[in-house]
């Protein structure tokens, strides 16, 4: 049986940050085309980022579903399937997370509607993926894993954490 971790494999917050923001000349290339890569295909979507935000929003609302289940679900398995259903939604919170004003959430949500990629049923709301054009992040995630692979290489050799 594998041994559980001791609280003292944390990585510190205060130090990873400290440690990127050293080496920013480094992490910096890597970090900017994830952005911008990320950016511009967010915005091919719609033609309108915040609006992406939002529907990533509510697609992170299924993740936190999966979490506190304790459900796992593959990368595949998650692009397989077209629609996901969200508890509820609450046009107030949506605008203090994103820091989108309410009267812009309440048109960008109703906008979603329209398009038939969101539908309201009582509380619960329930997204068609198909109603839209979504690509796997294979680009992104590719991108993420570089800036991670380059970042962890400066953590060891600052050795900032054992393995």
């Keep these: 049986m594998k041994q559980l971790p ?7 917050d205060e130090l990873i940050d400290k440690i990127f923001k050293n080496h920013f000349d480094i992490l910096s290339p890597f970090f900017l085309k994830l952005m911008s890569e990320w950016t511009i295909g967010a915005y091919k ?16 609302k299924q993740f936190d579903f999966y979490r506190r289940n304790n459900l796992n679900i593959t990368f595949n398995n998650f692009y397989n399937d077209k629609t996901l259903e969200i508890e509820k939604i609450n046009l107030i919170r949506i605008s203090k997370d994103l820091q989108i004003p309410k009267e812009s959430v309440r048109r960008k949500v109703k906008y979603l ?12 709301i329930k997204i068609d993926r ?6 796997q992040p294979n680009d992104t ?23």
């Design 6 to 12: 001791s609280v003292n494999s944390e990585l510190d």
């Design 45 to 60: 979507v719609f033609k309108d980022i915040d609006t992406y935000t939002i529907l990533i929003y509510l697609i992170s």
């Design 113 to 124: 509607e329209k398009k038939g990629i969101i539908k309201k049923i009582g509380k619960k």
């Design 130 to 135: 198909s109603a839209y054009n979504s690509t």
């Design 141 to 163: 995630l590719k991108n993420i894993c570089t800036l991670l692979s380059v970042f962890s290489q400066i953590l060891k050799e600052e050795k900032s954490y054992k393995k």
